[in-house]
Structure formats: structure tokens, C-alpha cells
Nanobody, 121 residues
């Protein structure tokens, strides 16, 4: 069964950090671009970052640029999202998604189930 599983979410104080992981099972990620998305209650899903299959190319939404870093370890079949300087407005369910070869704004073949990130004092 092909699936993505996110982990690493939780409750953190403003200004804190979390690292999310996106692990694949049933397939290898080394030919897939991986995107990270988030959705807050009552809001539309937002694409926040993407990384190319090799890791050579990354992009970020303006809302997270300079605070979040996407990376990948293809040997571990895992992609990471390091989130620093977290703000209450970063509170959302975070999802990773995979598609062949190139990043996309929204069209992905596989989605994870999501992990909750809550930023609150």
C-alpha cells in the first residue's frame, strides 16, 4: 500500500520550533517532488513549501519564507519541514503530498493524513 505518513506535530509556544517528517511507505520518494500544505479551521488549504526530487530546488510561500526549511533524505525515504519562529497563525493541520518529478501548486498523487500543529502560549 502506497502511503505518506506525517509526524512531529504538537503544541509549541510562540517563537518555538518543530520539525515535521513525511515518511513514505510502499514506494520510494527519490523521483517525487514533495509539497507541504496546511489548513487552518475555516480556511482554504495553503501550499507552503515544495522540494524537487533531488533536493536541489525548493520554494516557499511568503508566509513562511525565512522561518521554515524543507529538506529531504532519500536514503531514509523521508522529507522534513523545519519550522522555526512559530507564530499563532501557523496553527493548522499540516499535510505532505507527493507527485512525480516536479512541484505543483495543488496537483499531487499521494497525500498524507496530516499532523496537527498548534502554536499557543
Amino acid at each position: 500500500q502506497l502511503q505518506l505518513v506525517e509526524s512531529g506535530g504538537g503544541l509549541v509556544s510562540p517563537g518555538g520550533s518543530l520539525r515535521l517528517s513525511c515518511a513514505a511507505s510502499g514506494f520510494t520518494l527519490n523521483s517525487y517532488a514533495i509539497g507541504w500544505f496546511r489548513q487552518a479551521p475555516g480556511k482554504e488549504r495553503e501550499g507552503i513549501s515544495c522540494i524537487s526530487p533531488s533536493g536541489a530546488s525548493t520554494n516557499y510561500a511568503d508566509s513562511v519564507k525565512g522561518r521554515f526549511t524543507i529538506s529531504r533524505d532519500n536514503a531514509k525515504n523521508t522529507v522534513y519541514l523545519q519550522m522555526n519562529s512559530l507564530k499563532p497563525e501557523d496553527t493548522a493541520v499540516y499535510y505532505c503530498a507527493a507527485r512525480k518529478y516536479v512541484c505543483s501548486t495543488n496537483v499531487y498523487n499521494y497525500w498524507g493524513q496530516g499532523t496537527q500543529v498548534t502554536v499557543s502560549s
